[in-house]
């Protein structure tokens, strides 16, 4: 039974059975799972930039990065009515090359059943882990990782693709950086690719909008999914008086008011940065202090992908696919004999991923009305909970891998 479910035949039926599934759920689905690919990403090609009105993050600011747009572009190969499906494909094309690469690097440590954890994930998560523009870049930046021992200059610059299309795989080129004794070809390769995509995006005339992604945000509120907002959303329980749920249609997201809210949001970013240099430090520390690459960088990329759900105004039900890259890469190492068990962080990325689900897409409504359903509160605070216990788990594996005694030399006798 155990040589069936290991094989890969077993294992890629696995994984095109949850993509045909997981298609399935975000073509038709309760809840529009597939709405920003079907009404935003597809207004912006189809109905805003093919119809003359100008091209977003060339003639206008934009809030992705500017690669984001090639896969949205993509999408529209074979016509405005086949959008949603070829989009869905092409997140099963880039998926099954990023499972391919971690299948060869399970298998190459023993343990084929990290493809059935990604497999469990993605299922578990449901529908907005392919309808959202982070289903492309977890692919790009788990290829990365796994790489990044054999090819760090190829590393380097898939992660700094990935974080052209969105912002957070940066986090992991910077644990790369920090943790690997390769950090010169990590960064040269990663340069060299963002000096291509702004002499590209400048000659076509992006000018400063090439970089308008990282202004767009900082006018953002306190979205009802992140954790830093479970406070106001029980407060937003008590009815009238309270703190309320609100719709922002420039960014078009649910946001909260109340007493402390705009104060919550002002100093997420600002607290983001702090706990990066923080946990960037500690990695420094450990690698100066001797421990290698495999002990260092899977704690650390867990810790600042954390961080940057954690400590973060906005809380999209997309942003758990993140959690795949550093949990998965952590699998790998460990099974390879490097670094501590993954367990914990594989167990907690499962329940997360399905408590997601559970409020998004099929329940979300039940957040919106006034007051909250109570129900979905307490999911999404156990939710949000499980967040703050797999950042602890990965900043304690962390520090201590800083504290462990450096072990004394081998002393050599005549």
């Known amino acids: 039974m155990k040589a069936v479910v290991t094989s890969p035949i077993a294992l890629w039926a696995g994984f095109v059975l949850a993509h045909l599934g997981l298609g399935m759920l975000a073509l038709y689905a309760p809840g529009q799972p597939l709405g920003d690919v079907t009404s935003v990403y597809r207004f912006w090609i189809v109905d805003y930039a093919f119809e003359g009105y100008g091209w977003v993050g060339i003639d206008t600011v934009w809030v992705y990065p500017i690669v984001a747009i090639l896969p949205m572009i993509a999408a529209a190969a074979f016509g405005p009515d086949l959008y949603a499906s070829t989009w869905l494909t092409i997140v099963t094309v880039v998926d099954a090359i990023a499972f391919a690469v971690l299948l060869g690097h399970s298998r190459r440590v023993g343990l084929p059943a990290i493809g059935w954890w990604w497999i469990g994930f993605l299922v578990l998560l449901g529908p907005v882990a392919v309808g959202r523009i982070d289903a492309v870049t977890v692919p790009v930046a788990m290829v990365g990782l796994l790489v990044l021992a054999t090819r760090p200059a190829l590393a380097g610059a898939l992660l700094a693709v990935a974080a052209w299309i969105k912002v957070w795989p940066a986090a992991l080129a910077a644990a790369a950086f920090v943790a690997l004794r390769e950090r010169v070809r990590i960064l040269l390769a990663a340069v060299a690719v963002t000096l291509v995509v702004l002499i590209v995006a400048l000659a076509l005339g992006a000018g400063g909008n090439v970089l308008s992604f990282v202004t767009q945000q900082t006018g953002r509120g306190l979205q009802i999914e992140a954790v830093m907002a479970t406070p106001w959303m029980w407060d937003a329980l008590l009815g009238p008086g309270h703190s309320r749920v609100s719709y922002d249609s420039a960014i078009l997201t649910f946001q909260l008011q109340g007493p402390g809210v705009a104060t919550a949001a002002a100093v997420a970013t600002p607290l983001l940065a702090v706990a990066a240099l923080v946990l960037l430090g500690l ?132």
């Open 283 to 414: 990695g420094w520390l450990a690698t100066r202090r001797g421990r290698e690459p495999g002990e260092v960088l899977p704690p650390l990329a867990l810790a600042l992908t954390v961080a940057m759900i954690l400590v973060n105004k906005v809380g999209s039900p997309q942003f758990v696919t993140w959690l795949a890259v550093p949990i998965a890469f952590g699998l790998v190492t460990a099974a390879s004999g490097s670094g501590r068990s993954f367990r914990v962080p594989a167990v907690l990325g499962l329940v997360i991923a399905g408590l997601t689900q559970a409020v998004y897409p099929y329940a979300y409504h039940e957040l919106l009305s006034s007051p909250p359903n109570l129900v979905m509160v307490i999911v999404l605070t156990g939710r949000n909970l499980l967040y703050v216990a797999l950042f602890a788990w990965a900043v304690v594996a962390l520090a201590e891998v800083v504290r462990r005694p450096v072990p004394e030399p081998a002393v050599v006798r005549a």
